[in-house]
Nanobody
Framework: QVQLTESGGGLVQPGGSLRLSCAAP????????MGWFRQAPGKEREFVAA??????WTYYGDSVNGRFTVSRENAKVYLQMDNLKPTDTAVYLC???????????????WGQGTHVTVSS
């Protein structure tokens, strides 16, 4: 079991930026394709972004495309969120996929999430 930990959430004004991190303490994430999801109160979990093991392939949900950027180094995966909107308010979770060589599918490992609130 991979223990994932998200960090970097907080309160930000509309138009602001945040950078989220996902790490697995004590191990590298280089063996995993990674995804970011979010869940707002009373709503279903929504796909945000994904990145392949190599980092050469990325994919974004329609609601964040052009505003969010997913990246990675060996130990961590990041989600840079720019031009944030109140509708981006949610708990953001990372997900690890051990199976995909080129792209990403939802894997079995989830973090607990970090809260992002966008409000003036």
């Amino acid at each position: 079991q991979v223990q994932l930990t998200e960090s970097g959430g907080g309160l930000v004004q509309p138009g602001g930026s945040l950078r989220l991190s996902c790490a697995a303490p004590g191990r590298t994430l280089s063996r995993y394709a990674m995804g970011w999801f979010r869940q707002a109160p009373g709503k279903e979990r929504e796909f945000v972004a994904a990145i392949s093991r190599s980092g050469t392939w990325t994919y974004y949900g329609d609601s964040v495309n052009g505003r969010f950027t997913v990246s990675r180094e060996n130990a961590k995966v990041y989600l840079q969120m720019d031009n944030l909107k109140p509708t981006d308010t949610a708990v953001y979770l990372c997900n690890a996929d051990p199976a995909s060589d080129v792209h990403y599918v939802i894997g079995p490992h989830w973090g607990q999430g970090t809260h992002v609130t966008v409000s003036s």
